[in-house]
């Protein structure tokens, strides 16, 4: 955080001086007021209600970012969560389904989050639409399973993506190709709010525009702002009117996360008769994992606690898979008239991400950002499912793409399932180096995607390339030091093998 901001931040956090406190933030909330008018008297009349409704939202945002002090969470008061808060996926599949699946499902919307565009992996545009399956798009996959469930059980279970300003017109391009499919698919946007500079805390933008130079100065706030976009949309209503009733929340980029027949049946029909309004898919955590959010009780609530709240003497702690076994997948499961109850109230209380930004001038900005799970506070009756942990495969880069992409997983009505011919459930560990961090250079490495049923663990650094049919087996390093380069030949078997130097497979 910035001298000045950090200095607020001490101030804050210093007993004795309310007053002065209240001054300067009395000041720093009118500085604010100034500029976000001043960037509203530039809206066009058709963009006017949407931006005053953004910059609205961003006034609240910012003014409990000038409340809160230090790290949100008393680490005192952080326990485990009582053993029945958080259940084993096992014993909600042990209850079967009922014959009348199809009301059930009837009663369901899928909603995506759609706002990430595909720079972390070298691509333009939304994330979605990278082809990771046989030419198929995270936005195909999803499409696929949803029509899947509808043409098998008959139903009316519609799909609506949560888009940002970055992936909205992209998006509504290709949908048109899904206009004959069984699916009926909704958008909204989320939010766009202002980046502020770090020193000043104003935002950067001088007006309401978001193109070409201008692209900077704003960004979607995180997923926590799905309430509120999700309600100021209409769409919620329309979809409680239709008598839907709950939402099953997802990351775009998860395989792993498709509808749930058992867990809905829970929230549907629960064995206590009392509903849950809101369900979090917890998973184990493994090493890969130990930054991942965890569920834990805190004042007498289910609270999610995510690494940015720890205090710094706490972290490793935190880290420790011993006392926190578990962590958020971010597949959630929430009851829409619960989200508009509180939406009303103004009761959903999301503890504040300050994300600091380096722009491409070299101009430090933060951005204030809050994430879907931390609600989970806010409702009542919430609860943890203990899921296994293959409904949560997230595509984060291209290390992750080779996996999907392989003979690990086979694709059936757009959901990936690990291959029965692979003798341990787990996943290898994977690690692709920067030659192929850009999906396009990736691509150019691999003639054809290696058999990986029997491998445990690949390395690969520098400048390497397979060939044709190629099998890993077991633990396989393929270090090309600076300057050489190595071509695996068509056709070869690496089993526990490591492979260094250079090795040139020229065409004569």
Not at 71 to 97: F, H
Not at 120 to 143: A, H, Q, W, Y
Not at 362 to 379: H, M, P, R
Not at 475 to 487: F, P, Q, Y
Request: proline fraction near 4%.
């Amino acid at each position: 955080m910035s001298s000045f901001a950090q200095d607020f931040r001490k101030a804050m956090s210093q007993a004795g001086t309310s007053q002065f406190q209240e001054v300067i933030r009395q000041e720093l909330e009118y500085s604010m007021k100034v500029e976000l008018d001043k960037i509203l008297s530039t809206a066009p009349s058709n963009e006017l209600e949407h931006t005053k409704k953004d910059l609205e939202g961003f006034k609240k945002l910012f003014h409990r970012f000038l409340q809160e002090k230090g790290p949100s969470v008393d680490w005192g008061k952080i326990q485990r969560p009582p053993e029945d808060s958080i259940q084993p996926y096992e014993k909600i599949k042990a209850r079967g389904l009922p014959d009348n699946i199809a009301s059930v499902l009837n009663k369901l919307v899928v909603v995506k989050l759609n706002g990430g565009l595909g720079t972390s992996m070298g691509c333009k545009g939304p994330k979605s639409l990278i082809g990771v399956r046989n030419e198929n798009t995270f936005l195909d996959l999803t499409v696929q399973q949803i029509e899947h469930l509808n043409k098998t059980y008959n139903t009316d279970v519609p799909l609506v993506l949560m888009n940002s300003f970055n992936t909205d017109e992209d998006t509504k391009k290709i949908l048109q190709k899904y206009s004959h499919s069984r699916v009926k698919i909704y958008t909204f946007n989320q939010s766009r709010y202002p980046r502020i500079n770090k020193e000043t805390l104003l935002p950067i933008a001088k007006d309401v525009s978001y193109s070409g130079e201008n692209t900077e100065c704003w960004y979607p706030p995180g997923h926590g702002d799905i309430y509120a976009s999700f309600y100021n949309s209409g769409l919620l209503d329309n979809l409680i009117g239709e008598g839907k009733e709950y939402i099953f929340v997802s990351n775009i980029d998860n395989l792993g996360a498709t509808v749930d027949l058992y867990i809905l049946n829970h929230l549907m029909n629960p064995p206590n008769g009392k509903r849950c309004e809101f369900v979090m898919e917890v998973t184990n955590k493994t090493r890969a994992d130990v930054k991942g959010g965890t569920l834990t009780q805190y004042e007498n609530k289910l609270r999610l606690v995510e690494i940015a709240q720890v205090p710094k003497a706490h972290v490793d702690e935190f880290k420790s898979v011993s006392k926190f076994k578990i962590f958020n997948t971010n597949n959630l499961w929430i009851a829409l008239s619960a989200i508009k109850r509180l939406q009303e109230k103004n009761a959903i209380d999301m503890e504040i991400i300050v994300n600091p930004k380096t722009l491409d001038g070299g101009l430090n900005v933060i951005q204030l950002e809050t994430a879907v799970g931390a609600a989970i506070k806010s409702f009542e009756n919430s609860l943890g499912i203990n899921v296994p942990r293959s409904r949560f495969l997230p595509v984060k880069t291209t290390s992750d793409l080779l996996l999907v992409m392989s003979n690990l997983y086979s694709l059936n009505a757009g959901s990936l399932t690990m291959s029965e011919k692979r003798e341990f459930p787990t996943v290898p560990l994977v690690k692709l180096g920067s030659s192929f961090t850009k999906v396009q250079d990736y691509l150019r490495r691999f003639e054809s995607i290696p058999d990986m049923l029997e491998l445990d663990h690949l390395t690969v650094s520098g400048d390497v390339t397979f060939g044709k049919n190629v099998s890993l087996k077991g633990t396989v390093i393929i270090i090309a030091n600076h300057g050489d380069r190595i071509d695996i030949p068509a056709g070869a078997l690496l089993e526990n093998k490591i492979v260094s130097g250079n090795l040139r497979i020229l065409d004569h």
